[in-house]
Nanobody
Framework: QVQLVESGGGLVQAGGSLRLSCAAS????????MGWFRQAPGKEREFVAG????????YSTDFAKGRFTISRDNAKNTVHLQMNNLKFEDTAVYYC?????????????????WGQGTQVTVSS
């Protein structure tokens, strides 16, 4: 059974950094695309960044470019999201998710497996 476990969230001041991690287990992930999403109160879940376990291509939304970086550690089945220069509007629950294809997906409905989420709170 596939499990995704996020860690690394917390409270940080505006301008600070956090590194989120997603440990994946229970499956063979070489043909999966991994994504990070976030959901703020009263808002829809939105794509942040993603990458497959094969190759070096990464994808991110406009608000993440230049501030957030997704990376992976294949040996540890772990995906990271490095977030720098955090802003108050980045406050949300951040989720790791797995899409059963190596091709990019940026819609939450395309993802089958989800972690429990980790809270990121940025104080202004």
């Amino acid at each position: 059974q596939v499990q995704l476990v996020e860690s690394g969230g917390g409270l940080v001041q505006a301008g600070g950094s956090l590194r989120l991690s997603c440990a994946a287990s229970g499956g063979s992930f070489s043909n999966y695309f991994m994504g990070w999403f976030r959901q703020a109160p009263g808002k829809e879940r939105e794509f942040v960044a993603g990458m497959s376990w094969i190759g070096s291509s990464t994808y991110s939304t406009d608000f993440a470019k230049g501030r957030f970086t997704i990376s992976r550690d294949n040996a540890k089945n772990t995906v990271h999201l490095q977030m720098n220069n955090l802003k108050f509007e980045d406050t949300a629950v951040y989720y790791c998710a797995a899409h059963r294809s190596r091709y990019a997906a940026m819609t939450a409905a395309d993802y089958v497996y989800w972690g429990q989420g980790t809270q990121v709170t940025v104080s202004s």
